[in-house]
């Protein structure tokens, strides 16, 4: 089921670092401003790179005929969504956490954060996929990525308002609790993905 | 002990009835062609048989069981070739049947065993003419281990040696005691005797 | 509510009878609407004392708390809808919901408008990023998602359940947003104007014209609601002898 092809990887990957680029770039080498808006711009060139992505994923194969077989198979849709989103996650979030310290460098962030920064995103960015994918089933029937990345950015704001939130402050020490909350989000949205994902596809069948 | 069983079914597009009343059945290794004109419905019937499109009347029976009202289950006994070949272009032949072989887990075949059916196993599907694609899609009906198939129009984009060879796996599917239901412009092609024609079945229109 | 009274609802999912229903709601709203609006605007605007530090720009409250009230329990209303419409399968309701959203998305606006007024005389600014109207614009982006969505698609088949679903969904993850803002930071915005602890309400002067209009907007968008829903039904009974008109020729 992992079997897949790595074509958006690329994509993805190279457009995460191009936009965090382009956000240094844009505070014009202002160092107090670059510091105070870097986890920011971290979370965002994450949260549009997952966007761009997300057609590929269900879309591309509703088009070719796909769903008609994964419905056929053995497994419940259930679950063929569930892991297709992890592959998702996978190959779009890990390259990225991987060259977060160079990025990081970029963005005049102290590598001691480093590991702090690296778990709070590895704890909320499966949230992306899984909402991303999510609403990209409701979508089915129109396969312009204008259309999913206008309608999926409202279901973003609980994560991005947490990740954000826990990047930002990660001197505080009474933080415990927002890390708490962005797990049990990250958590609802993977109960909650795998169903709704199956229920409108096959919504789309009747 | 294959056997499958249509009792008096309507297809809808929307709310119209576009086909009613259809009756047939299909039991241990026997070929059925289904034939009609353009947009008379063939895909919508077998959509219909598998579960893609809501049943408002009629039966479906497989092997004596009544699966009318259990699309679900009824999707686990049935394969299917159509219009769309489901395969991913930028795997290679042999990847992409490994990768549907994985959803179905009912009976491992070897692979490499089909070999003879297509010609380059290891050149990626973006390079391969609709033709080739279309018989590794019929190559897909061999490796998930169903009994009863539906193919639709599966002779499209086929040259004579390929249709020679949907024949050969029709007919080798036949053997093993499997039912093949198949919609096609070209009845003659399969040799069978049971030939169903749609156009029999069109509701007449009321004024 | 006792089985009767649910069964009585449930027959207003008939057009016919839904529209008979409409016969009385529409003047009857549009009364109480029109009354209670002007009554409740002219008695607060121009019959309350202006509040010793707020001066007269106090008085927005009479529409920036009934928009506010009412773009919410819209939203509300939707999800309700399509509930109704994914469970049941009755179309009324589904266009209810789709009839709804514009009025949704015009209150939040005029709440958004008059609060930004409001906040550039008090606060000296129109927009802060407060709790309460990150909540709004949250709010305002879900009902432009949901608009969108609808005139995206353009098959009532697929756009029907696509639609609830995303109504539903957007409910949960607006809560979920709201908060979540609210945990951030705690905000300028004040606490809530009305509620049933007697002791936190806000004087009787400005209580009752408030309680007006806040009932004189509920009726509006009632009424706004009902006249909308059948002229959605009306379209779509239009394009279905449409359909039937090609198919039979």
């Known amino acids: 089921m992992v079997l897949r092809s790595g074509s958006h990887l690329l994509i993805a990957f190279t457009f995460f670092f191009f936009f965090s680029v382009l956000f240094a770039l844009s505070t014009l080498g202002t160092e107090t401003l670059l510091h105070l808006i870097a986890p920011s711009g971290i979370w965002i060139s994450l949260l549009i790179s997952v966007l761009l992505t997300l057609n590929k994923i269900i879309h591309q194969e509703f088009e070719n005929g796909s769903t008609d077989f994964y419905l056929l198979s053995d497994f419940p849709l259930e679950i063929i969504l569930f892991f297709k989103t992890i592959v998702h996650w996978i190959t779009v979030a890990i390259p990225i956490l991987l060259i977060m310290p160079f990025i990081m460098i970029a963005l005049q962030i102290e590598l001691e954060k480093l590991f702090v920064l690296l778990t709070i995103i590895f704890i909320g960015s499966p949230a992306l996929s899984f909402v991303g994918i999510m609403i990209s089933c409701l979508t089915l029937s129109n396969n312009s990525s204008f259309l999913i990345t206008t309608i999926t950015i409202p279901f973003y704001f609980p994560t991005l308002l947490l990740g954000i939130y826990c990047t930002n402050n990660t001197d505080l020490d009474n933080m415990s609790l927002a890390y708490v909350l962005l797990s049990l989000n990250t958590l609802f949205t993977i109960t909650i993905s795998p169903f709704i994902s199956a229920y409108a596809v096959k919504l789309h069948y009747s | 002990m294959n056997s499958i069983n249509i009792g008096s079914l309507d297809c809808f597009i929307g709310n119209k009835t576009i086909l009613s009343g259809i009756n047939f059945s299909a039991n241990k290794s026997e070929i059925i062609v289904i034939t009609g004109p353009n947009g008379i419905g063939k895909s919508t019937l077998l959509k219909t048989i598998l579960g893609f499109l809501p049943i408002q009347r009629g039966s479906i029976t497989i092997n004596d069981k009544d699966y009318t009202e259990d699309p679900e289950s009824r999707k686990e006994k049935l394969n299917f070739v159509g219009h769309k070949n489901a395969l991913n272009e930028n795997l290679t032949i042999f990847e992409n049947l490994r990768y549907w072989q994985n959803f179905f887990s009912s009976q491992k075949i070897d692979i490499s065993r089909m070999m003879d059916f297509w010609d380059l196993p290891n050149i990626k599907l973006s390079a391969c003419s609709e033709g080739q694609k279309k018989k590794v899609a019929l190559a897909r009906l061999s490796i998930t281990g169903r009994h009863i198939w539906l193919l639709d129009e599966p002779a499209n984009n086929l040259d004579l040696s390929g249709q020679k060879k949907l024949v050969k796996i029709v007919k080798e599917h036949q053997i093993n005691g499997g039912i093949s239901i198949i919609s096609t412009h070209s009845p003659n092609l399969f040799k069978t005797k049971t030939v169903i024609e749609l156009s029999t079945f069109v509701p007449k229109k009321k004024v | ?249």
């Open chain 3, 1 to 249: 509510m006792s089985p009767k009274l649910i069964d009585t609802f449930w027959e207003f999912s008939n057009p016919t009878k839904f529209k008979r229903l409409a016969r009385y709601v529409i003047p009857l709203s549009a009364g109480i609407a029109l009354t209670c609006i002007v009554v409740g605007l002219i008695w607060g605007l121009f019959y309350t004392e202006p509040d010793y530090k707020q001066m007269e720009t106090v008085k927005i409250i009479f529409l920036h708390v009934p928009a506010a009230f009412v773009a919410i329990n819209t939203y509300l209303v939707m999800t309700i809808a399509s509930l109704i419409w994914l469970i049941r399968r009755h179309y009324i309701s589904l266009l209810a919901a789709k009839a709804a959203a514009p009025i949704g998305f015009m209150m939040t606006i005029i709440t958004i408008i008059t609060g930004s007024l409001w906040g550039s005389s008090t606060w000296g600014t129109f927009w802060v990023w407060d709790p309460r109207l990150t909540s709004f614009a949250i709010l305002l982006c879900f009902y432009l998602g949901y608009i969108v969505l609808w005139s995206a698609l353009n098959k009532l088949e697929t756009a029907s359940n696509v639609t609830s679903l995303f109504c539903i969904l957007g409910s949960i993850f607006a809560l979920l947003s709201r908060y979540i803002v609210f945990f951030i930071d705690q905000g300028l915005h004040q606490g809530p104007t009305l509620s049933l602890d007697e002791e936190k309400n806000i004087d009787n002067s400005y209580y009752f014209p408030l309680i007006l209009s806040l009932i004189g907007f509920s009726a509006l968008s009632i009424y706004l609601l009902f006249i909308r829903t059948i002229t959605e039904i009306n379209i779509h009974r239009i394009s279905l002898v449409e359909k039937r008109g090609e198919s039979g020729a």
